[in-house]
Structure formats: structure tokens, C-alpha cells
């Protein structure tokens, strides 16, 4: 990097936050000075038209554009449903929407599971604090980092030669053959699922952490005087009280584990039979010139994310109700 | 949580305990008694397990970039005792190094920060704008919209990604060509496409999130800021903004950490040059391309590991709250 290159990136932030500020303050300037009269919906306008433009054009416009070239063959002509009559017959996607749905059944279930009985064990304990930090730490850093850490722990060197991988060497310690794990089929996109799984449990274990604190203790003590030992307690009294909130992790995880691309991306890029769809769409739209392909496949992301839309915004409107 | 229960001074045992327990209540650690039991030493141990199992992939990655390049690729970082070797070589390497075949991080660093910090702040204000438009402001349809905005959160980005590139190429391209004509110090890819896809990416949640806690500001001070004749731009500015402020910071931080992680957007709006590609996008390439090159890997993911890292430890209390608070949108 020469320092023109630095003074070059220099003044496109200060540039550009500049004129953001400028943009911004000419808007309430504008505001300020005009006619009183209609004055509401000028207030209106600037200050919600500037979000809901970019979310027009950025999001909703383009999602309308996707579903239509779902429909479109490479040169954009209407081909019908040749490009999901495609998905569906080619082994290698076919594989790929495979690996999606064992992605989605595993990672929540599992991250859910050790996040609540991670959270569970470290209730009250001394130390609560730095156990909870540890584990949720992955969740900070970039799925890219992640892959590169996980990709460390899988790395192989031949049998005989000295591991460099912590997982080929236990196996190694424990009497095996090291592996090359990462392109072995079907291990690897389990070992793939272990890495997102490794992220979001530190977020199940922090909800879920949460909503047990406020369970009221009054229940728990109204149960322990019945003489119920704790994993009826734990069962009866904390599981129904915190419902809501394991909804809302198994619905966040599911949502994240369908988007996963970057460590996909990272640590195996899709080959070997680990792709998964948010992979499978880049690779069809950005890299083999198929924008057909890649829209159907980014439309078949958005059925399978829409259940959960429609729960969440039942529930939304419910809350709204209520307010 | 570390109150000491009072010690009941009586020889009654039953007597002891009943005052035990008021005791417990009175300083508000009743609950330590039920769930002590919860915490059995087989849970300390299991929850034990999980941690170290958490923590170890980490911390042996972090080891191994302090390690000689010859080390670390015939020894297992685990070995480093019998294997002692400690040096910055990689750092230094990755970072600063000018030869064709390393990473040069320096100014893909530089990237990253100058598209997460922009890419933080513009979607703020806007969302927050957005966000006092639907607590604050009566119109029709109000409602739908925002519902309509909360949905928008979870729909995949993938669904826009292809359409929203061609407009930028169509759109985008002309006017920055024409910056670069005019400052040439600004290359043909500039920030600006991925400025613009992050802001609009990030404003869903953001506007949602917000939406919560500026809704809780009090009504009667911004009506009695009206009063006194402040416009809308003080109101907001001056009044609603620095009551909402943690709320911001719990979301800014947030929107900060998306950005400097994301790859998908950098790979897609970037053009992946030296120019605007951050570091995510240069990781991701480097393990494509020089996979087995692990002391320069190890030393470049924690370059990018640090500073949300940095973020994640000093502010962990606005980080967990804005977690919460986007968990429980349900």
C-alpha cells in the first residue's frame, strides 16, 4: 500500500461521511424553512422516505427481480421451470439441497441443546462469567476466522509424518490412520456443521442463560418443597418458563444456518460434496454466468425461510395489538 | 452475585433453618439454595469439557502465529514445549511485507475499517431516523410498513444480491468513474458500492431494533422540547438520539461487527481488489490459494480476529444487550 493509496481511501471516508452529514443536515434544513402548511408530512418524509427508499431499491425491488429471473434461462429468456426441473435432477444440487437440510436439522438442535445445558450447568456457579465468555467468544469473530481455525484443527499430513492438526492427531494417539477430512464425503460436511455449531451456541447459551435467570424463583422453591428432584424441576418448571425464548434461538439459529455461506466458502468452497445452497446460488449466479440458476436457487432459500417469517410476524402483530 | 448469607447464631436446627431462609430472601440470593443443587459436580465437570473444548481450536491458532514458519508446519502446536520457538516473523509478514507472494494485509486492514465504520453510521442514522418515524409519528398504513420492514430482516440476502448488482453496475459505475476522473486519487472501485449494500442490508434490523428503545424515550420530553420551540431536527438530534444512546451503541456495535465479518456482500461489491476488498474477502482467498501456508494463515486470521475481538471483550455488556434484544423479537 503506497501512501497515495492511504490518503486515496483517506478522503473517500471523510468524503463520504461528509457529504452523508451534508445530505442529512440540507434535509432538515429544508424542513426547517418550508411552508408551514403540510408541514407533518414534510417531517414525515425526511425522516422515514431516506430508509424506506434504500429498502425499496435495495431489498424489496430486487427479491421481485430474483423470483422473476428464477423463471429466465442464461441469455434471460423465459425458460418456465426448467431451472428447478434442473435443481432437482442434478446430483450434485440435489446433493447440495441435501446438505442444507442436514445443516438445518443439526445445527439448532445441537448448538440449542449444549447452549441451554452449557447454561444450565453454569447457573449460579462460581466463575459464571469467564465460562460464559469462553463460549460465546465465537460468536464475535468472522465465519471466515472461524473457518481458518477449524480448517487448522482438520489440517492432515500423511500417515507416519508428524500431525500438525489437533483431530488427525488424537486419531493418531488413538491408535487410527490420520484422514484427510476435509475431502472425505460425508464426514466433511459434518465437520463443517461442527463449525457453525461451534458459533452459535455461545448465542443459544446467552438467550437461554438469560431467560432461566428469569424464571421466577418462587416456582422453583414451590416445586422443591414437593419433593421434586432437580431434573423434574428442570423439566417442569424452568423448560415451560422459558418456551418462548427457545423459540425465538431455534428460529434465529435455523434462519443463520440456512444463510451459512462464508464458511462453506472458506473451508471447502463447496467441493468434495459439502455445498450448500447460499453457496451453490453464489457459484451459479457470480461464477457460472447462470443468473437463472442462482435466482432459482436464492428463491428456493426464501421458501424455505418463509414459514418462519409468517410465524414472526403473527407474533409481531400480536405484540403490536396488545400495545 | 456474591452475597454472603448471615449465619444464623441458633442451636435449633429447624429454627436455623427457617431463618436461613429469610435470611436468603432478605439479601435476594434465595434462588442460590434451589439451584445449588442443580450445579452437582458431574454439570462443573461436563461444563468444564465444554469449555476447554470451546476454547482450545482458538487458543491453537493463536499459539501456532507466534510459532517459526519450519515449527509450525512439522510440529503440532501442542509440542510447544518440546518445540520451543517463538517469533513476530509472521506478524510482521503479513502486515507489512511488500513481496508479490504475501498477504499484505496492511491495506486490506485499512479496507475493512473504511467500509465498517461508514457502513456502521450511515445505516444508524437513517434507521434511527426511520425508527422515530414509526414510534413517534401518526400516519396510515404505519402499521404494514413496519411489519412489513421487521420481515424484511429475515429474507435472504441472496434474494437481492444479482438485481441490486446489475442497478449498481448500471447506476453506480458512470458516477464513480466520473470521482475517479475528477480526484484521481480515488481509484474506479471505491467504497461506495459497499457502503451502500451494507446500509441497505443493515436497515431492517437495525430500524427494528431501535424502534424498541426509542418508543421507550418519554413522551413528555420531547413534547415540552416542542414547546419551547426546538424544530425536528433539534428534537431528534439533541433529545432523542442521547436518551436512545446505549440502545445505539448496543446496535452499532452490532452493525459493526456484520460488516467487518461479512464476506458475502465484500465478494460481490468489492471487486476484490486492493482497493475495497476487506480482509474477510482476503482471507478467503488466501486459504484457497495458499491453504497450506499455515504460519502466514494463522498470524493473517488473527489480524482480522482483533479487532472484533477488541470490540467483543471491552464492550461485551452493550454486545449481550443488543443480542437480547434482537433475540427477543419473537
Known sequence: ?323 | MSTTPIVPTTTDTDTGKKLDKGADIEVGTKSRRVKRRLTSRTATIVALVIAVVWTIPTFGLFVSSFRPAELIQSTGWWTIFQNPGFTFDNYAEVLFSSSQSSPQLGSYFVNSLAIAIPGTIFPLILGAMAAYAFAWMKFKGSNWLFILVFALQIVPLQMALLPLLQMFTQFLRPLQNGLHEVIPMIPEQNYLPVWIAHTMFGLPLIIFLLHNFISEVPGEVIEAARVDGANPGQIFFRIVLPLALPAIASVAIFQFLWVWNDLLVALIFSGGTADVAPLTQRLAELTGTRGQDWQRLTAAAFVSLIVPLIVFFSLQRYFVRGLLAGATKG
Open chain 1, 1 to 323: 500500500m503506497t501512501t497515495a493509496d492511504l490518503i486515496g481511501k483517506i478522503i473517500q471516508v471523510v468524503g463520504g461521511l461528509a457529504i452523508f452529514a451534508a445530505i442529512i443536515g440540507l434535509l432538515f434544513f429544508f424542513l426547517d424553512k418550508a411552508p408551514k402548511r403540510g408541514k407533518d408530512y414534510g417531517q414525515l418524509a425526511v425522516f422515514l422516505a431516506p430508509a424506506m427508499i434504500l429498502v425499496f431499491l435495495g431489498l424489496i425491488y430486487p427479491a421481485i427481480r430474483t423470483s422473476l429471473l428464477a423463471f429466465t434461462n442464461n441469455t434471460g429468456e423465459f425458460n418456465g421451470l426448467d431451472n428447478f426441473v434442473w435443481m432437482f435432477t442434478q446430483p450434485a444440487i440435489v446433493n447440495t439441497l441435501i446438505n442444507t437440510v442436514v445443516w438445518v436439522l443439526l445445527v439448532p438442535t445441537v448448538s440449542t441443546i449444549v447452549g441451554l445445558a452449557y447454561a444450565v450447568f453454569i447457573d449460579k456457579s462460581r466463575g459464571e462469567k469467564i465460562y460464559k465468555v469462553l463460549v460465546f467468544m465465537p460468536m464475535a469473530i468472522s465465519m471466515v476466522g472461524a473457518g481458518i481455525i477449524w480448517k487448522f484443527v482438520y489440517d492432515y499430513r500423511q500417515a507416519g509424518s508428524e500431525q500438525i492438526g489437533l483431530l488427525n492427531q488424537i486419531v493418531v494417539w488413538l491408535g487410527g490412520e490420520p484422514v484427510q477430512w476435509l475431502q472425505t464425503s460425508p464426514i466433511n460436511t459434518f465437520l463443517l456443521i461442527v463449525v457453525m455449531i461451534w458459533i452459535q451456541t455461545g448465542f443459544a447459551m446467552v438467550v437461554l442463560s438469560a431467560a432461566i435467570k428469569a424464571v421466577p424463583v418462587e416456582q422453583l422453591e414451590a416445586a422443591e418443597i414437593d419433593g421434586t428432584n432437580p431434573w423434574q424441576r428442570f423439566r417442569n418448571v424452568t423448560l415451560p418458563g422459558i418456551r418462548g425464548s427457545l423459540v425465538v434461538v431455534i428460529t434465529t439459529i435455523s434462519i443463520a444456518t440456512l444463510k451459512v455461506f462464508d464458511i462453506v466458502r472458506t473451508m471447502t468452497a463447496g467441493n468434495f460434496n459439502t455445498s450448500v445452497i447460499a453457496n451453490e446460488m453464489y457459484t451459479q449466479a457470480f461464477r457460472a454466468a447462470e443468473p437463472g440458476r442462482g435466482s432459482a436457487l436464492a428463491l428456493v432459500l426464501f421458501v424455505l425461510v418463509l414459514p418462519i417469517v409468517i410465524y414472526n410476524i403473527r407474533v409481531m402483530r400480536k405484540q403490536r395489538e396488545i400495545r
